[in-house]
Every structure is written in C-alpha cells, then in structure tokens.
C-alpha cells in the first residue's frame, strides 16, 4: 500500500507536523492573536497527583431515597385507599421506613391486599398484629424494587455531580462509582475546595409548599402540629446581606411543585435593592402545574423551600401564566450562581456524607513532575546512549524515532484532552524501552542477514519482513493487556493504561515506519554498500 517512498515521507512529515502543532499551545504560553484562530488551544492536562487539588469519597445515602419514595407512595396510598372505601386510621411513615396504618374492620386487609396487587405491585406488606381489635399493618418495598431503586439513586447521583462539576468550570474531573453506594470524586486544579465541596454535596431539593395559615403557628411550635402540616425555618427578612435569621413557618406537607419541573435557572438583579436573585423556568408541563396551583390558590402564600429551607413565602396576588418564579433573598453573588448552578443540574437523589476528604497541594504535584521528566530524560538518555555505541548510525536513526515517538504521545494526549498522571509518566518510560526493543528486533535481524553476504538493501528489506510480525504480536498483546487496565482500573492504573496504548501505537508507527523510511531514502540515494550497524 505505501510502497511509494515519497508517499512514506510525506505522511512522516504530515504527522510530525500534526505533533508540533498540537503541543504548541502546551510549550508556548504567548502564541500571538492571529494563530489562536487557526491553532488548537488543548493543552496537556495533568493530573491530581501532577498539579493538586482534592480527592473526595462520597457515600449516597439510599436510605433517605427510599424513604422518600416511601413518603410520597403514602399520599398517594391515601388517597387509593378513601377511594376504594377501605377504611383506616393513623397512616404514616414508621422509623424503619415503612408505612404504617390501622385497618378498622376484619375485611378490610383483603380489601388492601387486592388494592396493593393492583395499584402498587412494588409494596407488600411486612407483617400484621391485631391489637384491641384493631389491624395493625406495616407495609414495606419489596426487595427487587429496593435493591433496583438504590442503584438508581447511585446512577442518579453520580450524574447530577457530574453536571454539576462540569458547570463550576473543572477540566477533566474523575468520577467514578465505587462499591455499591460509593462515588470517588478527583478535582485537579481546584482553587477553592470549600465552595467546591458545598456545591457538589448541596441536595438542591426545590419545594413548592403551601403555608398553613389556617392553624397556629404558635400552638404548633408548642408540639401541637396538624396532621397533614410541618415545621420549617427559613430565612430572616431583617438579616443584613450574608446573614442568617431562623424564622419558623407552618406548612403543608404535601409538595405541590419540584425542582424536577425546571428547565432553567439563572442570577439576575433585583432593580429594586440591586441584590442578586435566581430566576426560574419552568418546563412546558411545569408552567402547566404552576399555572394552575396559582389559580387555585389566590391569595394564599406559596412557599419556595430549597433543602428545607424556605427562602420566600409571598402572597400569590393573581394567577401566574408563562412558567416563571424567582427565589431571592440574603444571598451573596457567589451564592446565587452556585444556586444556580445547583437547580440547572437537578437535585441529588438523596444527600450524600464525605467519607474521605483529602487536599492535595501543587507543591506535592510540582515535585513529582519535576522527578518523572527527570527520571524519563535519564532513563531515555541512557537508551539513546547505548543504541549510539551499539548499533552506531543505524542507532541514531532508532534515537530519532524515540525522540518522534514520545512527541507524539504528548501530542496524542493534548489532542484528545486525556489526563497526564504520574503513573503516566512512567507509562512514557516503559513505552521507550519498548520502542528500543523494537529496533532491535529488526536490527538483529539485519546484522544475521547481512553475515550471509546479502545486500544492504535485501538485507533491510528481508530484516524488516521477518521482524514485523513479532513486533506486531508484542505490541498488541501489550495494547490488549492496557486495555483490560484501562476498562477495569481507576485513577493512577487507567493514567498508566492510557499512556501504554499511545504510546504502543506510536512505538509501531515509528519502529516499523519512520525508521524504514530513513533506511529506504538513504539506500535509493545513496551508493551504500555497507551498512553502520
């Protein structure tokens, strides 16, 4: 296919140019105005352990998602069981997460079987006591249903974080799931790990709860709080900017409206008092559901809990068409934009702790890459030094191909924005002594043709033939091996496995190609007859 050596040297030269201009922008900090138009701007990114920043393990805590599913499932079950005239008492949600209640007559628990069977095939009930004459059920999620929702929740979470870092702006982030309920979580560069942790842990859980003024609220902070209301705090109108007060609210348990239903948020200005505020859209089927909670409920006052934390509660002066509310409040700039941010990438599924927690300074990170290149230049200088002695002028040309060869894995790496590790740097050298094998295949094998007496030529070409096909089975039992490392691995290991494979794709491109080429123009023009090797 390449047997035209003009053709040969041209792709060589194409990709060494494709390699310089790729890492342009990584060794030239100033590159002047008009070439950033035509030049790419992808740097080599370097990893935690380059460059610092923080190492987080996060555990999702499933329980409270099923919890709340639990919640939720117990209005609704409430509702099915009025409907069906089955008659109880006293549901609510028990300790252990389940749904409790009182069935008042004897045939009412077939009643419940059926209407569970029918209606909510994941519940089922856990166990039955009889008390005064009183059925007393619990009623909990089945375990398939369980077990399918935690790993939901989990998916769930590790995306939303994902969203959620990509907008706060880090370049190559590390998420990745660990164990059953675990999320590891890698910021290199990350200036400022406090705003980051509350930004990635923050529940971001957008309520829209009606306030009860129809009950006291005095009386229920005494403990005598209406069934079917709650207590939350909010923020103190009073409060300078940056300042937090406890103001007590009684509301309605039920949810009339979540975040689930936005499409947007974003920080505007209040005109008024200058003071930032988020503003919120609606999706279609949610400017529906607002417009009509509006309508039903003029006059009343909708509280907006984020967390919950009610942020307002206004009066609902008319009917609120076109999907649009805001939450305002004492909040910094800062602040609003990491709302923002929060509500555009959706809540968590359920809150997450930190598990492990640790910083890793840029000092720690300019040491090791200060240590790998120079690890790197020595071992590479000591193979460029003994292929010069060994093989003389047949070893430079396998130098030149070295050198080419780990410029191309740095330009690989910069192309296709993958991440420089430390475990990569080490990649980088053992890719050199693969490199160096390479050559030396094909020069041995060169040496035993030219002791029969052949032709620098025929010795080449023979040479080159009977080599090939053990460098290829080297190089991709090497690439298949990375590529297990690179599928099943996590953080240094997949650094390391990447930085293989580049670099064994390029070890072949430049063991079997340049170097060939350099051997095949020298002997056309050329009058070689003996061969420095």
């Known amino acids: 296919m390449f047997t035209s050596l003009k053709l040969r040297i041209s792709i060589t030269i194409i990709v060494c140019l494709a390699a310089l201009i790729f890492l342009i922008p990584t060794f030239v900090s100033d590159i002047p105005a008009p070439w950033n138009k035509f030049l790419p701007r992808e740097k080599i990114h370097l990893g935690l352990d380059l460059q610092g920043g923080m190492h987080l393990v996060m555990e999702v805590d499933t329980g409270k998602a099923i919890e709340s599913m639990m919640v939720r499932t117990s209005d609704n079950l409430k509702e099915s069981l009025m409907n069906k005239r089955i008659r109880f008492r006293n549901l609510k949600i028990s300790d252990n997460g389940m749904i409790s209640l009182e069935l008042t007559e004897s045939a009412a628990k077939t009643d419940l079987e059926k209407l569970l069977r029918s209606e909510y095939p994941d519940l089922e009930i856990d166990s039955t006591s009889t008390l005064e004459g009183k059925q007393l059920v619990n009623i909990r999620l089945n375990n398939k249903r369980a077990l399918e929702l935690q790993k939901n929740t989990v998916e769930h979470s590790l995306e939303t974080i994902r969203n959620r870092v990509d907008q706060f702006g880090i370049t190559e982030p590390e998420i990745v799931p660990q164990g059953n309920n675990r999320i590891m979580i890698q910021l290199p560069g990350i200036k400022d790990p406090e705003r980051a942790k509350n930004l990635i ?38 409060s300078g900017v940056g300042q937090r007060g406890s103001v007590p609210y009684l509301l309605k348990s039920k949810t009339l409206l979540t975040g689930a239903s936005l499409e947007t948020a974003r920080v505007q200005i209040s005109d008024r008092f200058g003071e930032p505020s988020v503003s919120l859209k609606f999706s279609s089927q949610g400017a529906v559901d607002f417009d009509r909670i509006t309508a039903e409920n003029v006059r009343r006052r909708l509280a907006i809990v984020l967390d919950g934390v009610v942020h307002s509660a206004p009066v609902i002066q008319e009917r609120i068409s076109g999907g649009q509310a805001q939450i305002s409040g004492n909040m910094t700039m800062e602040e609003a934009r990491d709302l923002a941010i929060v509500l555009r990438a959706g809540a968590l599924p359920a809150p997450v702790n930190i598990l492990e927690e ?32 060994y093989y003389r002028l047949s070893g430079a040309v396998a130098n030149i191909a070295l050198i080419l060869n780990i410029f191309m894995i740095m330009a690989v790496l910069a192309a296709f924005r993958a991440t420089l590790t430390l475990p990569g740097i080490a990649g980088m050298l053992l890719v050199v002594g ?100």
């Open 201 to 238: 842990g923050k529940t971001a859980l957008l309520e829209f709860k009606l306030v009860d003024d129809e009950h006291s609220l005095e009386n229920a902070l005494r403990g005598n709080i209406p069934e079917g209301s709650m207590i939350a705090y909010g923020i103190s109108e009073g």
């Open 358 to 389: 640790r910083t890793v300074g840029p000092s720690l990170g300019g040491d090791s890459i200060r240590q790998g290149i120079i690890a790197t230049i020595i071992g590479s200088l000591l193979v460029i030094l003994f292929m010069l002695v």
């Open 434 to 533: 693969c490199a160096v094998d390479a050559n030396i295949l094909i020069f041995e094998r060169i040496r035993e043709e030219l002791r029969t007496g052949k032709t620098v030529r025929l010795a080449l070409d023979t040479g080159y033939n009977r080599a090939f096909i053990t460098i290829i089975d080297t190089h991709i039992t090497g690439i298949v091996a990375s590529c297990f490392l690179l599928m099943f691995g996590t953080g240094p290991i997949k650094g390391f496995a990447v930085t293989t494979i580049i670099g064994l794709l390029a070890s072949l491109f430049t063991a079997v190609f340049v170097t060939r080429v350099i051997f095949d123009y020298c002997t056309q023009n050329y009058n070689i007859k003996k061969m420095s090797i």
